[in-house]
């Protein structure tokens, strides 16, 4: 066993602070009566970027900034009747696979969990959360999962990738995060993970007094086009370079197709993996030859713009008055899309004329029931569902599966190198004749 090594994300500030009594009451402060650490041999690893093992006492422990086959001291943070979380402060037996952070704010400005792992491990990790995902909550068998999911695409360059970020500035000038768990400011001078482009908007507005409560910084990776808000208004006596703000909109392309993007629309903050990701869910819609694809929660006609010249009919169905105004521009060109406005879960159902193939990027949430009943009911035959979130992804999943459909490939993409987020694009087929 190696000696003890403090982890050095936590050596001069200490480890992160507790989460707070959750809205149910089932979580709770440890700040007055801290419990004594516990000595943790992490043998798995799940969802929030946290390792598991298991506590003296038998219960499962999730431990953040630690590592599969990793012994560690971790410091309780919240105590259930079944199970603990904690945070590593102390390396008693390192992987091969932790290595140095090289972000100095990682582990208080809580935006990355998972610098200390090395990149090849992250893409191994975020793979198996997926599959114990559809193991525990879709029912899959190992078997059927084994053949189902493929290896997580990585980046060549998982650093400078994120093109979209939101910035809190206080009155002083300062500009930067919440820490991690508080409502604490913590000045960030550079972000590791942030586009090139966004760091140097930030060392230009870096304590120079604007006049601004937060500041948004968007970047066209593939256009050089920015969109920086709000408006800034600079204080007497600022020291900064003129930063051009306030724009209303910014455009950017994905397989060299345009779009408009207005502050208010959600846009892919990794255009690099976008490209792939995006490429992915076409090939899968185009495979099944449809003559009608409906597009739900379009968006700003991500999917629809990059379809429409290769389909008979696309129709988008969005509820973002602000994505709408985007998508009726960067699908004008475009006479065989239909735009509808307004909820999926209330339009979808009996839609005419009815789909060949739908493809949905629902929210974190996933899909309501109602919607997965209206595509079963459908005359779909086909399903390309691009999700943010393996646990609601395997819970619908299993739906579509009692539904007469059947999964065809699971393809995790790494939108979010560093992070825990993860990215799928899945397909499915409809092996059952509809009721």
Known sequence: MTSPATIPLFAASGPPEPVPLGRHGKRRWLVDRPLEPVEVECTGFTTGGRAVGKAPDGRTVFVEYALPGERVIAEITADHP??????AITVLRSSPERVEPPCE??????????????????LRLKTEVVAEQLRRIGRFSADEVAGLVKPMIGMDDPWGY??????TVRRDGDVGYMLRGTHRFLRVDYCEIAHPRVNEVLRRVQGNTIVAHQLAIRIGENTGEAMIQPKIDWRPGHRAA??????????????????????PAFFQVNTRQAERLVAIAVAHVLDAAPHVVVDAYAGVGTFAGQLADKVHHVVTIEESAAAGVDAEANLAQFENVTRITGKVEALLPGMTPEPDVVIIDPPRAGLFPIVIEAILASAARRVVYVSCDPSTLARDLRLFVDGGFVVREVQPVDMFPQTQHIECVVALDRVAPRA
């Open 82 to 87: 079944t199970y603990l979380e904690a945070c």
């Open 105 to 122: 704010y990682f582990g208080r400005c809580g935006g990355c969990q998972l610098q200390h792992a090395s990149y090849p491990e992250q």
């Open 242 to 263: 003129h930063v051009e703000s306030g724009q209303k909109t910014y455009h950017e392309s994905l397989n060299g197709i345009p779009y408009q993007i207005s502050g």
């Open 162 to 167: 994120r093109n979209h970020l939101r910035f």
